[in-house]
């Protein structure tokens, strides 16, 4: 920046004040200096504890930037050495003016061009290795960049964010510098060095060595650990009801040094001893884990990845998977700041949002439902031993939500290739799934959930953000290089038209219970609905989601633009739906009330 913004002895402080704010300008930072002089002699680190939300967040952006610039200018060193150029100042100052724009550090292709252009002349194998790798690692740095300069709050994650940034800036800058280096000296040359940067970007990032205390030191932000000591946190893992042997871990945030491994039991339930706030993750693909559904047995194969605060009982649902994109959401960080609790680094808040979003709102602002345990009076058991009516609603907007999860994931998955991570992959379905909710009506998802045509929008959403982001897209493609936007139209419609209808199905038992929830002298037999909420889960998260995957691969071997009427014309999934569901009808009722009051009964009052 500072090379950009000099100027020429003879330069006014108003022409050096201008050139430094349209340096940061370029490089996509807020523009808001800690003094009159705009971002001239602008400290981000004193921005960062000057108290002024404004600065802050400029800081934030400042810093991200800069983690940028030093590490395009590393890779531009990198190759110069490699052919035997002597650097100096001026060799710099003609490669920052070359590169230090969002417009090129953040597109592989364009970094790549102007590094091997006749002013930079850095071409070759390694310079376009180089330049893929760098826009993966600085994609969260990019994102953040984005985030702080909508914030009109300081984020509760401000901690955990700086330390993204600074662990980018030291893989940019030492990490893929080396493997630059390494590139140029092999005969041939060859990208090998730099594919740790794409097969294990996580790894490479969570286990770059930072001077973590300097970074947490730099202000005094929210805590991790609660004012009050809490012994142990019970928690329970659901879908349909708990899903039992489930493999999870947990990391202390923020800097998720501290891990402890974790499991489900038979009941869908795990505990943490002296919980703080962490970063959860259960899935399948942890070793010996097989997260089956205590009820319905099927195979939740969706991960579950989150962050909670420490608490004495917590839920962890599909539903709640939703509080990630909602963390970072400038809306609702202005809407729930105010009234949040201060050093809170996991706000509650978010849980109250996401459940709101289905309507449930006004049981947590009237202190009915706490939904991070789905606890509270609402979710108390009924004086005639029966399952809570809200109880119902909520587990039934989450089948709906899981299995739309699952489908779209299939659908993904089976378009794009295995090669594509399954975690990024999932990241994108709940990322676009909170968005599509925004759009099309913030507070009543099943309006998405039951329409075929708001399914497609997920679904175009989720396959552009994969698509487009560099983390992911060196996944092998199945789809033909020349697919249309018709063709995929075709195949998303054709899958949203089954999930919508099986949703549709249990809309109907989540408004018969939302009725109920809001009367207190219903009597409706929640069993029953429960019963009907958990046969059409066995079938959307199983047969249907399966089949949605056989559809997606087939099609991307040939894709096309013919009518495909309905998936059981080309992979028979609505035939099995219905002989599945029909088959569940017989052999899951007679004990499935049983089962209810076993499992789902066990949460917290």
Known sequence: MATLGQGSAAATIASLQAKYDTAYQNMGAKVVGQYTQGMLNSDPLRMLTSGNVSQVTAAVTVL???AQALGALTIARALAECKGTLVSNELYAKWAAELLKASVLENALALAEVLSSNNSCLNGVCATGAAKAFVSITTSVVSLKAAYKSYTTVPPSLQEDLLTITRAARVVQSDLYNSTKLCCSSTPQSTAPFTQYTSNLGGVLSSAPVNQTAVLETGSYPAATPSTSIPVMAGRLLNSAGVKNCVGKYAELPAQQVTHDLVTDSTGAFSVVGPVAAAYTFKKSYPSSTCD????NVTVTFPFSLRMPAAADAAVTAISLLTVPASSDASVLAAYAASAPSQQLVPA???????SMYGYGSFASNGEANFLSLGGAAFSKRTDGKTPALLVAVLGSNTQTMSTFVSTQNLMMGLLGNTYGTDAVAQAVVAGAYRTFKMVDAT???????ASANLVSLYSTTYAAITSDPAVTTGRHLLQSTVTSAQLQNIFGAVANVVSSTNQQVQQV??????????PSSTVDTSNLMVSVSKMAAVQQQSLASDVGTL???FAANPTTDQI??????????????????HLVDNLAPNCINAIHLVLLALPE
Do not use: F
Request: hydrophobic share 45%.
């Open 293 to 296: 559904d205590a009820l319905t």
């Open 64 to 66: 991200a930037a800069n």
């Open 552 to 554: 997606a691969t087939e």
């Open 444 to 450: 009543n998802a099943s309006e998405t959930l039951t």
């Open 349 to 355: 808040y978010l849980w109250q949002h996401a459940y």
């Open 510 to 519: 989540v408004n018969t219970a939302t009725v109920a929830a809001a009367d």
């Open 565 to 582: 009427n309905s998936l059981q014309e080309v992979s028979g999934a609505v035939s099995a739906a219905s002989r599945a569901l029909h």
